[in-house]
């Protein structure tokens, strides 16, 4: 049977939304998630979003995305463009559906002037930092013969946290800081300018966003655990429920690098997992580090093990 492949609608987010599920079982997503993350970014665009119909049934879809607004400063990254998911109903796969609509998606790629694609390393909304190849083995097989190759890898992380109780040593660290003046506290509405300086500034300007889209969302400011030196610099700060409202989630978490080696990471890490702990979270989970980082080997030594591994991917696309 045919395949025909044409722009979204709005009347496709349902039939989508149940091809998603049905195809990306490790990734699940409900039909308000989808409207937030892809539907109400400020970058979407319907006639990207490609839609496979075979008899009037929607059975697969593939997203490309280019920025039209900047995501900081000026910057619209020409030539650039994602994509952050794509499913075909496992009924309809392998008989030429992904393909379909992967060149078209390749042609609305082309006329915008966009030669280099990214699978799926797409802000301010991604859903996946890659591509999960253990869970979508078939998959990364077809990203690697439509000539996407690996970039670097990225590890998601979780920690229960049920048994958690701040070890002894952390708590002595923490009162030997505050003994030298350092302030470890929650943040309070004073802090937030400083803060969404050094996390736009000294770290990624997305995660200055979020930031500032967690606290205008209700994000209660407590989640936020902040660091000052003991001359006032606000040098640190690790914060939780920052992305969908989702409490056990983790991050973003930064420490300038004058400050590297001073045990404020640690310090930080442990008084958010407290905090956590103390709001009813039974587990912590972030999606996206380096392993062998720094970061990484913290995330480690503090109990996180990981949880997936995902490959981000990148292809040159030829006129």
């Known amino acids: 049977m045919k395949a025909t492949i044409r722009s979204f609608t709005g009347a496709d987010l349902l039939p989508v939304v149940a091809v998603w599920n049905a195809a990306n079982h490790a990734d699940p997503i409900t039909a308000a998630r989808f409207r937030n993350l892809i539907l109400a970014d400020p970058n979407f665009d319907a006639s990207g979003l490609q839609v496979a119909e075979v008899n009037g049934e929607v059975v697969g879809a593939l997203y490309g995305v280019r920025r039209l607004t900047a995501h900081f400063g000026s910057d619209l990254q020409a030539g650039t463009g994602w994509i952050p998911f794509f499913a075909v109903h496992p009924e309809q796969q392998r008989a030429g559906i992904g393909t379909k609509l992967f060149e078209a998606a390749r ?24 591509l999960d190849r253990e869970a979508y083995p078939a998959a990364f097989a077809w990203l690697t013969a439509l000539g996407f190759t690996v970039q670097y890898e990225a590890v998601a992380m979780d920690r229960l946290l049920v048994d958690y109780r701040m070890p002894e040593h952390i708590a002595q660290h923490i009162q030997d800081l505050r003994g030298r003046g350092y302030e470890l506290r929650a943040a309070i509405d004073q802090d937030v300018p400083e803060l969404i300086s050094l996390a736009g500034d000294s770290f990624n300007p997305d995660w200055a966003r979020g ?14 655990t902040i660091a000052r030196t003991p001359e006032g610099p606000l040098v640190g700060w690790a914060m939780h429920g920052t992305y969908e409202g989702m409490t056990e989630r983790f991050g973003p978490f930064g420490v300038r690098d004058d400050q590297r080696g ?15 702990r103390a709001s009813g979270a039974h587990n ?36």
């Not at 966009?114 to 797409?122: A, D, I, L, M, Q």
């Not at 001073?262 to 956590?276: A, Y």
């Not at 996206?288 to 990148?314: I, K, Q």
């Open 284 to 319: 912590a989970w972030f999606l996206w580090t380096d392993e062998n980082s720094p970061a990484g080997h913290l995330y480690c030594a503090t109990g996180f093990s990981v949880t997936r591994r995902f490959s981000v991917m990148t292809a040159t696309l030829s006129n």
């Open 211 to 224: 930031i500032r889209e967690a606290l205008t969302g209700g994000l209660g400011i407590d989640a936020i």
């Open 107 to 130: 042609l609305w790629f082309s006329e915008r002037g966009v030669n280099r694609v990214h699978f799926s390393s797409y802000t301010p909304n991604y859903i996946v930092p890659g």
């Open 262 to 276: 001073t045990g404020l990471g640690k310090v930080l890490l442990h008084l958010t997992l407290e905090h956590m």
